[in-house]
């Protein structure tokens, strides 16, 4: 059996890439997925740490968490996707010009 330390460190260094990636890239597609890598690392925390402590917790709020999950992938993609066709671009640095 694997030590639940070593999923909290793959948890951590997955959140700290999604964190950079996130903060560095300028694209609103990659930023989604970052997002969302982000999300899984949190998701793999809660599964390890319920796995440690004998606890069905973590396992319930990770399906919570899938499930708002999906539901921002469905309106997030849609937004995204929309405002590709109108603009022709994803970059977020043209996209704050769209402010009233």
Do not use: H
Not at 52 to 72: R, S, T, Y
């Amino acid at each position: 059996m694997v030590d639940p330390g070593w999923y909290m460190g793959l948890a951590a260094a997955l959140f700290l890439i999604g964190a950079v990636g996130l903060l560095i890239r300028r694209n609103a597609l990659v930023m989604f997925m970052c997002i969302e890598l982000m999300l899984n690392a949190v998701n793999l925390t809660l599964v390890a740490a319920g796995r440690a402590l004998n606890d069905i917790g973590g396992q319930v709020a990770v399906f919570f968490i899938l499930v708002v999950a999906a539901a921002e992938v469905v309106v997030g993609l849609a937004i995204i996707v929309s405002i590709f066709r109108l603009r022709s671009t994803a970059s977020v640095d043209e996209l704050a010009e769209m402010k009233g």
